[in-house]
């Protein structure tokens, strides 16, 4: 098959206006295929070479491209820009160009011939590479004709800009190899759990519908990822999801699509399908070591995690290390965690049709849980203040808020859809403190690996002087340096009591118990509510009292005050209201 038929119906589609004439003029594109070049001509419809996920950078800047149509028209480099600057675009310029240079020459070259050219284009790297490259794309415009020059040089520089969805090639294949469009969301469904077009379009040549309907996801093909509906009311949450859900705590990172191949390679998607596994080298060990299967398919949230403390870290610490530091040393400062929520397919089965409950099971199998490879918390809800409690649970740990899950039989994985089968319930106002507070150390926690031996977090505590009392807002781990930690267990010796000391007022355990006297300053992110922690307990809400989110420590303690002058309770709440009447998103 000549290129030429492709360009031909390039520019008929970039004449056309209205979706069916489209479909209609794609239709006789991919009628007029041979069954073996169908996957490349769809990749070319939507402008690539390859699937997407596949990454093929054919790495054309626009310079190079110029330069290589100077070389096969003869044209100096600079009445090249000048033509540019008059058409306005380099595919219409080289048109042009190839139109005065070559004439009306005879289309000679094929689809195969172009789409292999252009591998090799992209496969060039290296010293020399850039020449290399100039040189095929140049011997290809020597031998096109100049429509086929437009397209070329639009399709390498990345600029084709067809205005055709994915979606609407789907039409056309549905046209062409069952009669009718009705039978297209088979066809989505098949690209949505490969995400990949040639694939789809083979198998419907091949095999017809039947066969893509039996086409199971496969490591290393990218699923289209799951996503969440949104709604406030938990109690209109549970209408539906039909009276009971799993509440799974929604995490604060970046999602992540983990796939192992038979080789044993790892490789981890975002959730558009980019390729992130250079960048996460600590997630792939994590899963070299934890994830049973062979083969598999696995989603989990990549959050800031500080194992040692148990604590969640706010996500932008990784982002923001691994920018400024690069990755080795973000891996080491800031650690992370992986909570996994899905398992999509092990060893030659595929699950995305299973129920949600079957998959979860599947998922805990699957996994052998660390310190760093965790599930996502999750549990089970059948009414709205148990909902509503598990929320708040789940805000007082750090996440943000809660993912619902449906768990009747009909609960499958809906690759690429944002349907009513997760629901999401976030706090739609932020309370974020710019000041500092002061808290008083008044528990401990063990810590665990790193941290072994000292303590890994303390339990902070704001004053209330009505009460006398020193009212818990929750605990930190996170801003001490090595020494102040390895420091930390013989500075609040002196302060160890057998039991919680009775001007303490805490709904949660401690390792240690210290008498209220030590000072330090601390930096929250936000103010949260929350049904374990007493500072301003009742005041907004009966059953519920304040706690910080994303404590750390700046270093500083506060010698200079006794536990009586650290922030009060009533300050605390005083700072969430006021944060919460100036929302900042
Ligand atoms: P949103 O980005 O607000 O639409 O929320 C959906 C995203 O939440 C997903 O794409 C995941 O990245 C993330 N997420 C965090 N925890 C979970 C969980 N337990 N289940 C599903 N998605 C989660």
Same mark, same amino acid.
């Given at each position: 098959?000549?290129?030429?038929v492709v360009a031909a119906a390039y520019r008929d589609l970039e004449q056309a206006s209205g979706r069916l004439i489209l479909i209609d003029r794609l239709a006789v594109l991919l ?67 190839? *139109? ?40 290809? #415009? ?10 070329? #040089? ?231 203040? *148990? ?118 007022d805490s709904r949660v355990p401690a390792d240690v118990w210290f008498e209220p006297s030590l000072v330090l300053e601390v930096l929250s992110a936000e103010l949260t509510l929350s ?55």
């Amino acid at each position: 098959m000549k290129y030429q038929v492709v360009a031909a119906a390039y520019r008929d589609l970039e004449q056309a206006s209205g979706r069916l004439i489209l479909i209609d003029r794609l239709a006789v594109l991919l009628a007029q295929t041979p069954e073996e070049l169908l996957p490349k001509v769809c990749y070319l419809c939507q402008g690539l070479v390859a699937p997407e996920f596949a990454a093929v950078d054919l790495g054309l800047a626009e310079k190079l491209a110029l330069r290589a149509v100077a070389t096969a028209t003869g044209v100096e480099p600079v009445e090249v820009v000048a033509a540019v600057r008059e058409a306005g675009d380099l595919g219409q310029a080289a048109e042009q160009l190839l *139109a005065a240079t070559a004439g009306e020459r005879e289309p000679s070259l094929h689809v195969d011939t172009v789409v292999d050219t252009l591998h090799e284009i992209a496969r060039a790297g290296g010293s020399g590479s850039q020449g290399r490259k100039l040189g095929l794309l140049a011997d290809l #415009l020597a031998l096109a004709t100049p429509l086929e020059a437009r397209y070329l #040089l639009r399709l390498v520089t990345g600029n084709l800009r067809l205005g055709i969805g994915t979606p609407t090639i789907l039409d056309a294949l549905a046209q062409v190899y069952t009669g009718s469009r009705k039978d297209r969301p088979v066809l989505e469904r098949a690209y949505n759990i490969c995400c990949d077009l040639g694939l789809v379009a083979a198998t419907l040549a091949s095999g017809g519908l039947t066969a893509v309907q039996k086409l199971q996801v496969r490591a290393g093909n990218p699923v289209r990822v799951m996503l969440a509906q949104r709604l406030s009311d938990a109690g209109e949450i549970l209408t539906r999801l039909g009276g009971q859900c799993m509440a799974e705590y929604k995490y604060d990172g970046m999602r992540l699509q983990a796939h192992r191949t038979a080789d044993g390679h790892i490789e981890l998607f975002t959730r558009r399908q980019e390729r992130v596994s250079s960048q996460f080298p600590d997630v792939v060990e994590l899963l070299q070591t934890g994830l049973g299967p062979r083969e598999a398919i696995l989603e989990g949230e990549v959050v800031a995690y500080d194992a040692a403390a148990g604590e969640l870290r706010p996500f932008q610490e990784v982002m923001f290390r691994r920018r400024k530091h690069g990755i080795a040393e973000a891996a080491r400062d800031v650690p992370i965690g992986l909570f996994c929520f899905e398992l999509l397919y092990a060893d030659g089965e595929d699950f995305t049709g299973l129920p949600y409950l079957e998959r979860r099971t599947r998922l805990a199998d699957a996994i052998t849980l660390s310190d760093r490879l965790r599930l996502t918390t999750a549990m089970e809800v059948a009414t709205a203040p *148990a909902l509503d409690a598990a929320f708040e649970q789940a805000v007082a740990d750090g996440s943000e808020g809660l993912v619902c899950k449906a768990t009747g039989s009909t609960a499958i994985y809906q690759a690429g859809a944002r349907g009513w089968l997760w629901i999401k319930l976030k706090r739609d106002y932020r309370t974020e403190l710019a000041d500092t507070v002061d808290l008083v150390v008044v528990g401990a926690y063990a810590g665990r690996g790193r941290r072994r031996g000292t303590y890994g977090a303390v339990l902070l505590a704001a004053y209330n002087p009505d009460a006398e009392l020193y009212q818990t807002v929750g605990r930190c781990g996170t801003g001490f340096s090595d020494a102040e930690l390895a420091a930390l267990p013989a500075r609040l010796a002196p302060l160890i009591r057998a039991e919680r000391p009775a001007r303490v007022d805490s709904r949660v355990p401690a390792d240690v118990w210290f008498e209220p006297s030590l000072v330090l300053e601390v930096l929250s992110a936000e103010l949260t509510l929350s049904p374990n922690h007493t500072a301003g307990w009742g005041q907004l809400k009966d059953d519920g009292g304040l706690s910080m989110r994303f404590p750390r420590f700046t270093g500083r303690w506060r010698d200079d005050k006794e536990p009586q002058d650290a922030t009060t309770s009533q300050q605390l709440v005083e700072l969430y209201r006021t944060a919460r009447r100036a929302p900042a998103d």
